[in-house]
Nanobody
């Protein structure tokens, strides 16, 4: 059974930082490209950071503007998202999951390329 367990979300002030973690089980983690996605009520889930199987390549949409950094520890089956200079628009539920097609093979960092398996997510709220 493939499982993703996200943690680290919190209430943060604008300009602040958070680090999200995701523990993955039930698959060969080092064989799977991974991504962080976020969703707000009423909107489609969007990819905000994706990384290759060994973590040497990453993709970020323009909307995150260099404020997010994805990393992974394949020895611990964990994925991370360092968030800095937070803005209210970062408020969302954050999820991690695998990518069906790896980035190096042209896979996109979008919901369409994401696994069907999702964790419970971790809530990030940015507000003063």
């Amino acid at each position: 059974l493939v499982q993703m367990v996200e943690s680290g979300g919190d209430l943060a002030q604008p300009g602040g930082s958070l680090k999200l973690s995701c523990t993955v089980s039930g698959l060969n983690f080092h064989d799977v490209a991974m991504g962080w996605f976020r969703q707000v009520p009423g909107k489609e889930r969007e990819g905000v950071a994706c990384t290759s199987r060994v973590g040497t390549a990453a993709y970020y949409p323009d909307s995150v503007n260099g404020r997010l950094t994805i990393s992974r520890d394949n020895a611990k089956n964990m994925l991370f998202l360092q968030m800095t200079n937070l803005i209210p628009e970062d408020t969302a539920m954050y999820y991690c999951t695998g990518l069906r097609v790896p980035l190096i093979y042209g896979g996109s960092c979008t919901n369409l390329n994401a696994f069907d398996t999702w964790g419970q997510g971790t809530q990030v709220t940015v507000s003063s």
